[in-house]
């Protein structure tokens, strides 16, 4: 990573920790991004450049790109193996360890969004995406008589880490985010066997 992409991912970070700081004293509806900006010092248009809407300011993963890596490594070793035990294993890698490493802010992160409508919503229309995209990848992966199946392991996949994610912060963070992981999905494997 470059410089310049250094320097944009710290300033999006310093955004979106300021964002929520702001957010938690008055609310989400009672900030704007021109007051984000303000006490940041720079411009809202700067902070719409990174972000696009006020939503993604809290939505914003800086980890999306590592995860994008562990799933495109997993999936190029895969060579016959379970494509789900992929997903899984990059999950558990990048998510589940680097939400561990940063646990009292993501945890404030999470939990906001599951308390703030607009953010719920807007992560659950974030989550169609992200699948969208797993399931292009699963697709490339798949043989071609199982790639119809794609759309259906790549749902099931965004699911259990949603569960997951779901008991970590209900939990505050005090159970382990990628045993909650690895069980979501030991999950969806058993129920794949009842007869």
Same mark, same amino acid.
């Given at each position: 990573?470059g410089l ?6 710290a300033?999006?970070r310093?955004?979106q920790?300021?964002?929520?700081? @702001?957010?938690?004293?008055r609310g ?7 007051e984000?900006?303000g006490?940041?010092?720079m411009?809202?248009?700067t902070?719409?450049?990174?972000f696009?809407t006020?939503?993604?300011?809290? @939505? ?8 994008d890596d562990? @799933?495109?490594?997993r999936f190029?070793?895969? &060579?016959?193996? *379970?494509?789900?035990h992929?997903? &899984?294993? $990059?999950?558990?890698?990048?998510l589940a ?11 404030e &992160?999470?939990r ?5 409508d ?5 992560a ?6 992200d699948r969208?995209a797993?399931?292009?990848a699963?697709a490339?992966l798949?043989?071609?008589e199982?790639r119809? $199946?794609?759309?259906?392991l790549?749902?099931? *996949?965004m699911l *259990? ?13 005090e159970?382990?985010?990628?045993? @909650?992981?690895?069980?979501a ?11």
């Amino acid at each position: 990573m470059g410089l310049r992409e250094r320097n944009r991912r710290a300033a999006m970070r310093d955004t979106q920790r300021e964002a929520l700081r @702001l957010f938690r004293e008055r609310g989400f509806d009672g900030v704007t991004v021109e007051e984000i900006a303000g006490h940041l010092q720079m411009a809202a248009s700067t902070v719409f450049r990174h972000f696009g809407t006020k939503e993604a300011i809290v @939505l914003w993963d800086e980890h999306d790109a590592a995860l994008d890596d562990a @799933l495109a490594t997993r999936f190029s070793a895969l &060579r016959g193996g *379970a494509p789900l035990h992929a997903v &899984r294993d $990059a999950f558990v890698d990048t998510l589940a360890r680097r939400y561990q490493g940063d646990r009292d802010f993501e945890l404030e &992160r999470v939990r906001f969004i599951y308390a703030t409508d607009a953010l719920h919503a807007a992560a659950v229309e974030a989550q169609l995406a992200d699948r969208e995209a797993l399931t292009v990848a699963l697709a490339r992966l798949l043989s071609t008589e199982q790639r119809g $199946a794609a759309p259906l392991l790549a749902g099931a *996949a965004m699911l *259990a880490l949603d569960v997951a994610i779901e008991q970590w912060q209900e939990a505050r963070g005090e159970r382990d985010l990628g045993a @909650l992981i690895g069980a979501a999905f030991a999950t969806l494997e058993r129920l794949g066997e009842v007869r």
